[in-house]
């Protein structure tokens, strides 16, 4: 049970460490001021807001951004409305 613990913690760990080396997300963007140009600039268009939210530190937000930028239907999508 021991070498258990130890393995889940490392993997853990690891996956963490992994994760903080990416620079996806901006750490000094401010997400209150984004979110709310987004949604007066939809309402004045009559669209909706798609909110992706995360962390560089995230190792699930990562694989979801690498998710949207390997696929060639969602990437181009992406890439036309997000401020990234």
Same mark, same amino acid.
Request: charged content about 25%.
């Given at each position: 049970?021991?070498? *258990? &613990? ?5 993997? *853990?760990?690891?996956?963490? *460490? /992994?994760?903080? !080396?990416?620079? &996806?997300?901006? =750490? +000094?963007? +401010? ?15 009559? !669209?909706?807001?798609?909110?992706? &939210?995360?962390?560089? /530190? %995230? =190792? /699930? %937000? ?9 696929? #060639?239907?969602?990437? =181009?999508? /992406?890439?036309?409305? #997000?401020?990234?």
């Amino acid at each position: 049970m021991y070498k *258990l &613990i130890v393995a889940f913690a490392f993997f *853990l760990s690891a996956n963490v *460490l /992994w994760a903080q !080396k990416v620079e &996806i997300y901006n =750490p +000094d963007a +401010d997400a209150q001021k984004e979110v709310a140009d987004a949604v007066k600039k939809a309402s004045a268009e009559g !669209k909706h807001v798609f909110l992706q &939210i995360g962390g560089n /530190w %995230c =190792p /699930w %937000c990562v694989k979801f951004h690498r998710f949207v930028d390997n696929d #060639s239907e969602l990437k =181009p999508l /992406w890439r036309k409305t #997000s401020k990234l």
